[in-house]
């Protein structure tokens, strides 16, 4: 394996976080539908609370590192939005992914969000998070914030905010199908995902001729 | 000032830094979260220094009285009626009878809290045994006095002597102590036949032995009239019967016997005879600390559960989520799941439209249950009874309007009339959602001048529907007593009486669980105003059905691309020469 040329896209606190993050979303997701009374699945209530709520804070707290890192290490340029090759890589996912065609984008450490994933992503972290994280922190503490007079004259109801929480938690469902269906999308099905664990991608043969002469030197060691 | 104390800003300042801490310790330590969320309290004990409750100090268990009633020689008898026993009382306890004859317990009135009507057991109509008026003589077995025991003689409570004044029937400490019917409240001191005339009789009681037995009273006292009301045992309230005399823990964890054996004045408080808590004046949220007893402001109505619990009263690690619970829902809602839990049925319907069915033999026909309990008595209808009954739920703030006798009634869209009505809403910051039983009647009812008929049942003359089953003459003398016009028609309407549910409070590990009420059709289903997490009818249908529908979507969206993905992949590969992947 040393031999391979290994360009580190996804850094180790990167890795920590996305996946931790991800289970924590699950859990929040199959504990709020839950408390929501979407279905029942054998999960007392109380359990369903208690699992939300810790693990809602816990959220918070990796959060709180994540932005942390982001901005001390320049990673938040990530998720700057641009427009270019925008349509080639939407025409690829209509139909070029079907002939197998190459992705028209290729990811540096610098750049490892095509420009769709810098929207999506952006999207997530400047609309659908802040609509979960306040709604979702404005409930916890709403026995003591719901008395202020203050939210009853703008008539902000517990109601109100549970109904944004729910906005907020179908936009992830949906956010989190489509994720989890674009990390199939690579050059295997398993490629991004092995390189959200490993941190590395392994380019397709194909695209380095000189990687794929070394490969096959190595197959033939 | 209720204001200032909800945000006082160093209290607040405090429970954030709380909050904060436990988040912060919650997050961060897995270990805090894994203990079982079902971990019960720690174990109370009875006496427990840090407990958040005030310690009631525990009855002393025999007598520690300074006085021997026996010993008295003004006690020593014989005494021919129960006036003459009052005397004696009197002679010693000089203030007892005037401190009874302001009390409700005397006067059967009570100023009602929004309307400051006056309103009581002479005032009020019900779908019990209907009214008190021309029924006196049968009423007063449940009154704290004596009157003239002549039939169809009425003695205002008011102008009656202060050795009418019941004393023995609070303090009797024998248990032996009876009202016999129809003798104005008192006791049979010679042998009466009941009903004349029938052969049957009731044996004299010995005033002197129960004079002589006296002390504070117990809760088979207070259940005499109490637990009796409505016409028999657990009749009316459904929280009150004779199964609270010796209750187990599981009926009522603050008066089990072999646990706080609390009696009812423990919560129902007195001093100079004014028993704290009624009927007519509920506290329905009671709000800045606990009532603690002997102190300055615990004056009236006192009998809460925050009187001693506060109104943060959870430990534990529930008790945060539990606690913020307080300020919308009555603690009676979780801890009291079921009523009439003790084995003894309560009614939950009374329809007087069926009555006046004779038996074979003539007489009133008796219908009775598997277990001896009346189902159909033609003197007074047909009834539903109801045990283990999961209570009715209603926003409440404290204040009950009732229908006095005579008051314009007119029946609802669904042809019920409401003989009381509660106060209070989701949004009257007055109001805590509490649980209730609903009594259904069915009861005579005039159509043309629209008010509910007074009737006179009990009796043995010839209008007494109990004696003689005829409405005509039964509502004629009611009404009549009542001192109201009636135009001579009568028929049958629903009606219904709301009753609090306070007693039979279960223990802790019995309440209700989240889900009963966080589901769909749970407890409080019917209960509008506020959001209810996990209960469907709260959800905003335009939110579900666009988030739901878009998620559907997505993943039809993205089965069917990685459908056609796959196949395109397949037939390229199948194809010879072609790219692998």
Redesign the interface.
């Known amino acids: 394996m040393s031999h391979k040329k290994h360009v580190i896209l996804f850094k180790r606190f990167e890795r920590f976080w996305h996946w931790s993050q991800a289970g924590l979303i699950i859990l929040l997701m199959l504990s709020g539908f839950r408390?929501?009374?979407l279905y029942d699945l054998g999960m007392?209530?109380?359990?369903a609370?208690?699992i939300h709520?810790?693990a809602a804070?816990?959220l918070?707290?990796l959060w709180v590192f994540a932005i942390f890192w982001h901005f001390t290490t320049g990673e938040w340029k990530q998720y700057i939005p641009t427009f270019d090759k925008l349509f080639l890589i939407a025409r690829h996912?209509a139909f070029g992914?079907?002939?197998?065609e190459d992705h028209p984008y290729h990811q540096t450490a610098a750049r490892k969000h095509n420009p769709l994933q810098r929207l999506a992503y952006l999207g997530v972290k400047l609309m659908i998070n802040p609509i979960i994280w306040i709604s979702g922190i404005w409930l916890i503490?709403?026995?003591?914030w719901?008395?202020?007079p203050i939210w009853q004259q703008w008539g902000i109801?517990?109601?109100v905010v549970?109904?944004a929480h729910?906005?907020g938690?179908?936009?992830m469902?949906?956010f989190f199908?489509?994720h989890v269906?674009l990390t199939?999308?690579g050059?295997?099905p398993m490629a991004h995902i092995m390189a959200m664990i490993r941190g590395y991608e392994d380019e397709?043969a194909?695209h380095h001729p000189r990687a794929k002469a070394a490969h096959k030197a190595t197959e033939n060691a | 000032m209720p204001l200032f104390h909800?945000?006082a800003p160093a209290a607040?300042l405090g429970?954030?830094l709380r909050?904060a801490a436990v988040?912060a310790a919650?997050?961060?330590a897995p270990s805090a979260?894994a203990s079982p969320?079902s971990a019960p309290l720690s174990a109370q004990a009875e006496v427990d220094i840090h407990s958040p409750y005030r310690v009631v100090p525990k009855m002393p268990t025999g007598s520690k009285a300074t006085a021997d009633h026996s010993k008295f020689k003004e006690l020593q008898g014989p005494f021919k009626s129960g006036p003459e026993v009052t005397a004696a009382c009197l002679s010693c306890h000089t203030e007892a009878a005037k401190q009874i004859k302001g009390t409700i317990h005397w006067k059967w009135e009570e100023v009602e809290q929004d309307s400051k009507r006056i309103v009581g057991k002479n005032k009020v109509m019900n779908n019990f045994c209907v009214s008190t008026p021309s029924n006196q003589q049968f009423c007063t077995g449940c009154h704290v006095g004596y009157g003239d025991a002549k039939s169809g003689e009425f003695v205002a409570f008011s102008k009656r002597p202060d050795t009418d004044v019941d004393c023995l029937v609070c303090h009797d400490q024998t248990g032996k102590y009876k009202k016999a019917p129809y003798q104005s409240g008192n006791p049979a001191t010679t042998r009466i036949e009941m009903p004349p005339g029938s052969g049957k009789f009731i044996e004299p009681i010995d005033l002197s032995v129960i004079a002589q037995h006296v002390g504070d009273p117990k809760r088979a006292n207070c259940g005499t009239c109490h637990f009796a009301g409505g016409g028999g045992d657990g009749v009316k309230h459904g929280d009150l019967d004779s199964s609270l005399i010796n209750p187990p823990k599981s009926l009522d964890v603050h008066m089990a016997s072999d646990g706080l054996n609390f009696q009812c004045q423990t919560c129902h408080a007195t001093g100079g005879h004014e028993v704290s808590g009624s009927h007519y004046k509920l506290d329905a949220k009671h709000e800045g600390g606990q009532y603690v007893r002997g102190s300055q402001h615990n004056m009236g109505s006192a009998a809460s559960c925050q009187s001693c619990h506060g109104d943060t009263p959870h430990k534990g690690s529930?008790a945060q989520?539990l606690?913020?619970h307080t300020?919308n829902i009555a603690c009676q809602t979780c801890h009291i799941p079921e009523f009439a839990r003790g084995g003894v049925p309560t009614k939950m319907e009374w329809d007087y439209s069926k009555a006046g069915q004779r038996g074979p033999d003539g007489k009133p026909l008796v219908i009775k249950d598997e277990h001896g309990h009346p189902t159909y008595l033609g003197i007074k209808g047909s009834f539903k009874l109801g045990e283990n009954v999961a209570p009715d739920y209603t926003w409440f703030n404290g204040a009950v309007k009732w229908m006095n006798i005579g008051e314009n009634a007119v029946p609802n869209k669904d042809g019920v009339i409401a003989i009381n009505q509660y106060g209070g809403s989701a949004t009257d910051g007055k109001s805590r959602i509490w649980p209730v039983k609903t009594m259904k009647g069915t009861q005579p009812y005039d159509p043309d001048m629209h008010r509910l008929l007074a009737i006179h049942n009990a009796g043995f003359d010839d209008a007494a529907y109990w004696h003689t089953m005829d409405w005509q003459k039964s509502i004629a003398a009611g009404m009549k007593e009542a001192g109201l016009q009636w135009s001579g028609k009568y028929t049958f309407v629903k009606t219904t009486t709301t009753w609090p549910i306070t007693h039979m409070v279960a223990p802790k590990d019995k309440a209700l669980?989240?889900?009963q009420c966080?589901?769909?059709q749970g407890r409080l289903e019917k209960i509008d105003g506020?959001?209810i997490?996990?209960?469907?009818k709260?959800?905003?249908p335009w939110?579900?059905m666009?988030?739901?529908g878009?998620?559907g979507l997505?993943?039809a969206?993205?089965l069917v691309?990685?459908g056609?993905?796959s196949f395109?992949?397949l037939r390229?590969r199948d194809k010879p020469g072609s790219?692998k992947?």
């Open positions: 408390i929501h009374g007392d209530f109380h359990t609370l208690r709520t810790v804070w816990s918070v707290v996912y992914i079907f002939r197998g503490f709403f026995a003591d719901g008395a202020w109801s517990l109601q549970a109904w729910t906005v938690a179908y936009m469902l949906i199908i489509v269906y199939t999308t050059h295997t397709p194909h | 909800r945000f607040r429970r954030w909050l988040c919650v997050a961060l979260w969320a529930l989520d606690n913020m300020r669980s989240c889900a966080h589901t769909n506020i959001y997490p996990g209960r469907g709260d959800h905003q939110i579900e666009i988030g739901l878009v998620a997505s993943l969206g993205v691309h990685g056609i993905r395109m992949w390229r790219k992947h």
